[in-house]
């Protein structure tokens, strides 16, 4: 099944929100097929970074990518900007909170 990013974003947002996390949308992008980039704000100026991508296997889902320092982050996220102006950026700031494990759950 082929999701709208906005109606991810929005899954993603409600869920956190619902178990107290706090969440941002940094950048809106296309609502129908932009990309989503989460930023996890871990505290001591360290983020991971998940962005939804294409599994061959399993199809789309959002997958760890890296982990950033906080000056590292804003440049790599211009980057990103100018390649695809239509990308969603969501911030979570909770420190200990297992991101990976709520997309695993809700196979996002």
């Known amino acids: 099944m082929n999701l709208k990013a906005k109606m991810i974003v929005d899954t993603i947002r409600w869920s956190l929100e619902r178990k107290g996390i706090s ?7 296309d609502g129908d097929a932009g990309a989503i980039f989460v930023k996890h704000d871990k505290g001591k100026g360290l983020y991971d970074v998940y962005h939804r991508v294409n599994d061959y296997n ?10 950033f320092t906080e000056s590292s982050i804003k440049e790599f996220f ?16 909770s420190k200990d909170f297992d991101l990976n494990g709520l997309f695993l759950k809700q196979g996002l």
């Open 78 to 93: 211009r980057k990103q900007s100018d390649i695809d102006t239509d990308l969603w950026l969501i911030e979570v700031v």
């Open 23 to 29: 969440v941002y949308i940094e950048r809106k992008g």
């Open 58 to 67: 399993e199809g789309k889902k959002i997958k760890f990518l890296s982990t």
